[in-house]
């Protein structure tokens, strides 16, 4: 899977002018090699940080739905997954496949440029392609970025769970049908 978009994006000289220069943004699956960049923009972007272990333990339960943000061969962000069963979140007392949106970062100089909004319809995609009928992921009430982001791709607050994070902030649990994700 290897999808390029392009994306304008604004740099600045030493001369403090703005020059908007058009960049290319691949999009592809996860390998290991990448492992060390998507922990650090994991660092950066995010307080949920995770071992080495943790990252390719997902990876190796569905690398499909292990996606990287390639500029200038740069890694700039990613989405990772994995496939779990449970009780739907969307009604109905019935057991089925959800895809779990682990972890999304796009570094902050990249951000607003719909990389996210590519990393996430990919890696749904990949989840439905995997048996997935339902998608979702847990975001701190606070963050309102990714809240915006979930909704705008048709997730909705599904629960609230108190103290969620080690922090005692509460998470929503937002979720989404993998049929009506277009
Ligand atoms: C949340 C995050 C992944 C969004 O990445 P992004 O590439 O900037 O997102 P997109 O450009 O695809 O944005 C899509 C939509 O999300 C919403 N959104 C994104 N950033 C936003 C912001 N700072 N403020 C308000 N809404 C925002 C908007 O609705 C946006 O659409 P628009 O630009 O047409 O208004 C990024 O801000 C990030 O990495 N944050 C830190 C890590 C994090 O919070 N991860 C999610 C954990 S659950």
């Known amino acids: 899977m290897v999808l390029q978009i392009l994306i304008s994006a604004f740099f600045k000289p030493r001369d403090g002018s703005r020059m908007n220069l058009v ?10 090699t990448d492992l060390e960049r998507v922990m650090e923009i994991n660092r950066t972007c995010l307080p949920e940080n995770y071992s080495p272990h943790f990252f390719l333990d997902v ?11 390639e500029v200038d061969r740069e890694v700039v962000g990613y989405v990772m997954c994995r496939m779990e069963s449970g009780f739907s979140d969307l009604g109905g007392f019935r057991l ?36 997935a009928s339902e998608a979702f992921v847990e975001v701190r ?6 809240i915006n982001l979930y909704q705008k ?8 769970v108190p103290r969620y994070y080690l922090d005692g902030v509460d998470a929503y649990v937002m979720s989404i049908s ?4 277009r």
């Open 96 to 131: 089925v496949r959800k895809g779990h949106i682990v972890s999304l970062a796009v570094k902050s100089h990249f951000r607003r440029r719909g990389i996210a909004t590519t990393l996430m319809s990919s890696a749904i995609s990949a989840l439905t392609a995997q048996g």
């Open 59 to 69: 990876y190796a339960n569905c690398p499909e739905a292990f996606i990287v943000a």
């Open 178 to 181: 993998t049929s009506q994700f």
């Open 153 to 160: 791709l048709g997730f909705r607050i599904v629960k609230r």
């Open 23 to 32: 960049s290319e943004v691949i999009f592809r699956r996860f390998s290991t």
């Open 141 to 146: 009430v606070t963050n309102g970025p990714a």
